[in-house]
């Protein structure tokens, strides 16, 4: 059984860079689509961007400017960085699995929240 | 970016019963809207994809359908499990947007 795990610091400062990995494991990073998705406190879902199995990367217009993404299939692992976090950007952080760019999203991992403070 | 609006915001209804809930989209997404299910503290779930595919271990008494802009998830048969958010998903234009979701409570 697939299996998406979210890691990374749960508290970042403003201004400073969020970096979060998902390993997966039960199966091979090739050949999905490999999403963030982030959904704040009480509120709906978000997608940030993926990236797929070759490296090509797709992001949001919205985070586009701060978001980087890169995969590393020797791991089985990617990675998200967001930088210049602000309040905004507290959330729990999602990495999904999909068989193309835009969905579905068929496993999702537990999610894991980080808290911009200062 | 296509907005999916998402009605109503909160359902109420009891086991046992049929619930229906809607997604509507700015502009046709053909069939590509997918649903999912998620329940407080964990990630979401699809239940449906492509409109009205159900996803692996999707119970059968979920169904969706509609086409273009109008889309509909109806549970039959509530079961206490049941009771969750919902969101529907666009998959046919970039970027890949969510509707603000249905709480279905009882």
């Known amino acids: 059984q697939v299996q998406l795990q979210e890691s990374g610091p749960g508290l970042v400062k403003p201004s400073e860079t969020l970096s979060l990995t998902c390993t997966v494991s039960?199966?091979?990073?090739?050949?999905?689509?490999w999403s963030w998705i982030r959904q704040p406190p009480g509120k709906g879902l978000e997608w940030i961007g993926y990236?797929?199995?070759?490296?090509?990367?797709n992001y949001n217009p919205s985070l586009k400017s701060r978001v980087t993404m890169s995969v590393d299939t020797s791991k089985n692992r990617f990675s998200l960085k967001v930088n210049s976090v602000t309040a905004a950007d507290t959330a729990v952080y999602f990495c999904?699995?999909?068989?193309?760019?835009?969905?579905?999203?068929?496993?999702w991992g537990q999610g894991t929240l980080v808290t911009v403070y200062s | 970016e296509i907005v999916l609006t998402q009605s109503p915001a909160t359902l109420s209804v009891s086991p046992g019963e049929r619930a229906t809930l809607s997604c509507r989209a700015s502009q046709t997404v053909f069939t590509y809207l997918n649903w999912y299910q998620q329940k407080p503290g964990q990630a979401p779930r699809v239940l449906i994809y492509?409109?009205?595919s159900r996803a692996t271990g999707t119970p059968a008494r979920f169904s969706g359908s509609g086409s273009e802009t109008d889309f509909t998830l109806s549970i039959s048969n509530l079961e206490p499990e049941d009771f969750a958010v919902y969101y529907c998903?666009?998959?046919?234009?970039?970027?890949?947007?969510f509707g603000q979701g249905t709480k279905l409570e009882i």
């Open positions: 039960g199966g091979s990073i090739s050949p999905y689509y």
């Open positions: 998903q666009q998959g046919s234009n970039w970027p890949p947007t």
């Open positions: 492509d409109t009205s």
């Open positions: 999904a699995r999909s068989p193309r760019g835009y969905g579905d999203y068929q496993y």
């Open positions: 990236i797929y199995s070759s490296g090509s990367t």
